[in-house]
C-alpha cells in the first residue's frame, strides 16, 4: 500500500469518532507494573482503583500495603498507603481505622502475609469486627519468596518447600479462610471470588465494591478473598493457569458468598 493510502486508512474522520469503552483506571499511577505476565495482582490493583474511583472515595481511602510480591502497591495506587511488616496488616489497618474512623480503610495481603505468618492479626482483628475492608490473594504459594507451600497450598501441590507434593498427613489441609473466619460475629461481608475469567473479574469487582459500601455501616468485617494466578511459581504459561485454577483451586475453593449480611443489616 502506498504512504497516501496508508494516511487516508489511518485518518479518521468526524463520522467515524470512536467511543471510548476502555481506558487505564485513574487511580493506577503510571508505574510501570513489576509483576509476572499473567499475574493475578495487577487485576485485582485494576479494581481497586476503579471501585475508589467509582464510589468518589480517593481521599477518603487509606490502604495497607503487604510484604508479598504486592509490597509495591502504594507504587501503582494513586492511593493514600501505608505499607506493614508481613502479616501485620491487620493490625495496623485496625490502627488507622480507630484513629481515622471516617477514612475507608483496607488491608491488601497475600497468602502468606494474611494466612501464615499473619493469622493471628488476621483471626483477632475479624474477631473484633474491625471496620475494615480485608483483601486476600490466594495464589497458593509464597510467590515473592520463590514459591514456598502456603497455608493454601493445594493437597498434592508442588511447592519449591514440598518438592513431591503437600502431603497432607504431615503438612496439615489448606487453611479456607472464609469459612474459617464467616462463623465468627465480628464478620459481616465474607466472599471468594476470582479474577482469571472476565466474568470472575466483573464478580470480584462488584464483591470489592459491596467491601467498600458496606464499610459506612460501621458492622464489621469485610472480607474478600481473590483466587489468583502465579505463573511464575506454578511453573505454567499464563493460559494454562486459568485451567490450573478452574480444575484444581476453585473444586477446593468454591466462588461465591460465604457470608452476606441481610437485608435488614444494610440499614444505618
Ligand atoms: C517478618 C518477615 N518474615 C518473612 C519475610 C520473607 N517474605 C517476604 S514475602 C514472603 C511471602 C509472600 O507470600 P504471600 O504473602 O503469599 O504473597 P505473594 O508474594 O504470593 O503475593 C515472605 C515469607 C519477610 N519479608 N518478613
Ligand atoms: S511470582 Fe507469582 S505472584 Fe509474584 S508477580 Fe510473579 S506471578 Fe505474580
Ligand atoms: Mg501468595
Not at 4 to 29: A, D, G, M, S
Request: charged share 20%.
Amino acid at each position: 500500500m502506498n504512504e497516501e493510502k496508508l494516511e487516508q486508512q489511518n485518518t479518521v474522520t468526524e463520522e467515524e469518532e470512536f467511543e471510548l469503552i476502555y481506558e487505564r483506571p485513574v487511580h493506577l499511577t503510571e508505574t510501570r507494573l513489576h509483576y509476572c505476565p499473567g499475574c493475578g495482582h495487577s487485576t485485582a490493583h485494576k479494581l481497586i482503583a476503579e471501585v475508589v474511583h467509582e464510589l468518589g472515595i480517593v481521599t477518603k481511602t487509606i490502604g495497607v500495603a503487604p510484604v508479598g510480591c504486592a509490597v509495591f502497591a502504594y507504587d501503582y495506587l494513586n492511593i493514600d498507603m501505608q505499607e506493614a511488616a508481613h502479616g501485620r496488616a491487620c493490625a495496623v489497618a485496625t490502627g488507622i481505622k480507630r484513629v481515622m474512623p471516617d477514612k475507608y480503610v483496607f488491608t491488601y495481603q497475600g497468602d502468606g502475609d494474611l494466612a501464615a505468618i499473619g493469622i493471628a492479626e488476621t483471626i483477632h482483628a475479624v474477631n473484633r469486627g474491625e471496620n475494615i475492608l480485608i483483601i486476600f490473594i490466594n495464589n497458593a504459594v509464597y510467590g515473592m519468596t520463590s514459591g514456598q507451600m502456603a497455608p493454601t497450598t493445594l493437597p498434592g501441590m508442588k511447592t519449591t518447600t514440598s518438592p513431591y507434593g503437600r502431603d497432607t498427613s504431615s503438612m496439615g489441609m489448606p487453611l479456607k479462610m472464609c469459612e474459617l473466619i464467616a462463623p465468627l460475629k465480628g464478620t459481616f461481608y465474607v466472599t471468594r471470588q476470582a479474577v482469571h475469567t472476565a466474568t470472575n473479574v466483573r464478580k470480584a469487582r462488584k464483591a470489592i465494591l459491596n467491601g467498600f459500601k458496606y464499610q459506612t455501616l460501621g458492622k464489621g468485617t469485610c472480607f474478600i478473598e481473590i483466587i489468583s494466578n502465579c505463573p511464575s511459581n506454578w511453573k505454567m504459561t499464563p493460559v494454562q493457569t486459568i485451567d490450573f485454577i478452574e480444575k484444581d483451586m476453585i473444586p477446593y475453593y468454591p466462588l461465591g458468598d460465604v457470608k452476606v449480611p441481610k437485608p435488614e443489616d444494610l440499614k444505618q
